[in-house]
C-alpha cells in the first residue's frame, strides 16, 4: 500500500493511501480530511471531469430496422479516448459558429450488407478523421477481438451511412460524457458514527442482515460497552473509481481535483477575497464590492442625478436621490402607446 501526501510538508495535509490499482479501477482511502471535502471529490469525479463523446450524429442512408434516434443514442454511448481531451475547446468556448477540428473530432461510418448473412456493425468500423495528432475522440476496443461495442445488424442490402460529431462535455451536461461506471465511497465502515439505520427482522442476525465490508479490517470495531462519542466525525473515507473505458483511473481522479481547484479558485474570485495589502484605506483593490455611497444616505451606481430612460424619456428615479419615477406618470412604449401604473391600461 502505497502513501502519498496531497500536499507537501506538514503531516497534518490530506494523505492517500492506494490499496490496489490497474487499467479499470483504483482503491485508496482519504484520510485526515472531512466528509464535505471527501464528498466533493466522489461527486466532481462523476460530473465534472470532461471527456469526448458523439453529440451530433448526421444520417445520410439508415435502412437498417433501428431508426435514426435510437443509433444516435447508441453511438453516444461509445466510450472515446479522453486522455488528451484537454487538446480540445468546450464547443461554447470555440469561435467557431457550430463545430471545428479545434473543438471536435469527426467520425464516418459507412456499412452495406451484400450477403445472405447477417452484417453486424461494431464501433471499431467507425473511422476517425486524421485532423488530430493523438488519440482523441478513437473509440475505445478492449474485447479481445478488437471490435469494440455491438452498433446494429445489417440484412442484405440494408445500409448504414452516417458522419458523427464527438465533441467534449462533462456528465452534468449528459450522462454520455461520465468518465466513470462506478465511484464506490464508504466510510466508518463499523457505523461507529450511527450515521446508517440498520434496521433487521427480529429472529435475524444482524450480522447476517448486514454483513461488514472489506474496509472494516482497516478499521478498529467498537469495543463492548463503549459509550457513544457524539462529538466524533468521519476523517477516513474509501473511494472505488472503476473508468467507463475513455480514460485511466488514475487520470479520472487527478483531472477531477483539477476540476475542483478550478472551481474553488473561481469562487474565490467571485467573492473578492481581499489580500492583506488591499485592505480598506490601502487603495489598489478592483475586487466585487457594494455600491458607492450617497452623500443623501442612498447606496446607487449611478451618482445623484438618475438616469435616462430607455423607454421613451423616462424621468427622475429614485435612484438619483428622490423625485417621480416612471412608474408614477407613465411612460412612453415602444409600441406607440402610453401606460400608465396608477389605474389606467393601455391607451
Known amino acids: 500500500m502505497d502513501d502519498y501526501d496531497m500536499m507537501d510538508g ?6 492517500v493511501k492506494i490499496s490496489g490499482a490497474d487499467s479499470t479501477r483504483v482503491e485508496f482511502q482519504l484520510s485526515k480530511t472531512n466528509l464535505s471535502f471527501a464528498n466533493s471529490i466522489r461527486r466532481i469525479i462523476q460530473a465534472e471531469v470532461p471527456t469526448i463523446a458523439i453529440d451530433l450524429v448526421e444520417v445520410e442512408v439508415n435502412s437498417s430496422v433501428l431508426a435514426d434516434e435510437f443509433i444516435a443514442h447508441r453511438l453516444g454511448l461509445i466510450p472515446l479516448d479522453s486522455s488528451t481531451a484537454n487538446e480540445l475547446n468546450f464547443t461554447r468556448d470555440c469561435d467557431c459558429e457550430q463545430y471545428c477540428e479545434q473543438c471536435s473530432v469527426t467520425l464516418t461510418l459507412n456499412a452495406k450488407c451484400q450477403s445472405d448473412e447477417i452484417m453486424k456493425v461494431y464501433a471499431s468500423d467507425l473511422v476517425v478523421d486524421g485532423r488530430h495528432s493523438s488519440n482523441v475522440g478513437k473509440p475505445v476496443i478492449t474485447d479481445p477481438d478488437g471490435l469494440g461495442c455491438l452498433i446494429a445488424k445489417l440484412r442484405r442490402d440494408q445500409e448504414l451511412r452516417l458522419t458523427c460529431i464527438a465533441k467534449k462535455g462533462i456528465a452534468k451536461e449528459h450522462s454520455k460524457w461520465m468518465p466513470t461506471s462506478a465511484v464506490g465511497f464508504e466510510y466508518d465502515p463499523h457505523n461507529k458514527l450511527a450515521h446508517t439505520d440498520l434496521w433487521f427482522e427480529n429472529d435475524t442476525d444482524p450480522a447476517v442482515e448486514w454483513p461488514k465490508s472489506k474496509y472494516a479490517d482497516w478499521e478498529d470495531p467498537p469495543q463492548e460497552g463503549e459509550p457513544f ?10 473511494f472505488e473509481v472503476e473508468t467507463a473505458g ?3 483511473p488514475n487520470q479520472i481522479v487527478m483531472s477531477g481535483i483539477d476540476a475542483l481547484i478550478w472551481k474553488l479558485g473561481g469562487l474565490l474570485v467571485g467573492l473578492g477575497v481581499r489580500e492583506p495589502e488591499k485592505e480598506a484605506g490601502a487603495g489598489g483593490y478592483d475586487g466585487p464590492r457594494s ?31 428622490g423625485g417621480m419615477t416612471s412608474y408614477g406618470g407613465g411612460y412612453q412604449t415602444a409600441y406607440g402607446g402610453r401606460t400608465d401604473y396608477q389605474g389606467s391600461s393601455w391607451q
Open 246 to 248: 475513455g480514460m485511466q
Open 291 to 321: 455600491p458607492d455611497m450617497n452623500m443623501d444616505g442612498g447606496t446607487t451606481p449611478w451618482g445623484q442625478d438618475g438616469y435616462q430612460s430607455a423607454y421613451g424619456g423616462g424621468g427622475q428615479t429614485a435612484y438619483g436621490g
Open 229 to 238: 462519542d457524539y462529538d466524533a466525525t468521519p476523517n477516513k473515507f474509501y
Open 10 to 15: 506538514a503531516g497534518d495535509q490530506p494523505q
